[in-house]
């Protein structure tokens, strides 16, 4: 599989741990990560012309693919 961008631990290298033991022991946080993974992967797929979609709905799961990152970073506070 290709590299894609964005992933949490390139996103906050400093809090890896925290993140996988957050994954482990919060169901909260485990679906936020999962939510974003997935949406991260759409929108990588979107990014190399691989899932073909209009301006508009890129930049839409761009501003959730964001949302996802500030509620994660809350618990990584």
Known sequence: MSHVPHELAEEF??????IHSLNQTN???SKLSDEYHELNRKIHRVETGVTPVDDGFEKQLRRQRLALMDEISTFLR
Not at 13 to 18: G, M, R, S, T, V
């Open 13 to 18: 290298p400093a809090d890896k741990e925290k």
């Open 27 to 29: 169901a909260h946080f």
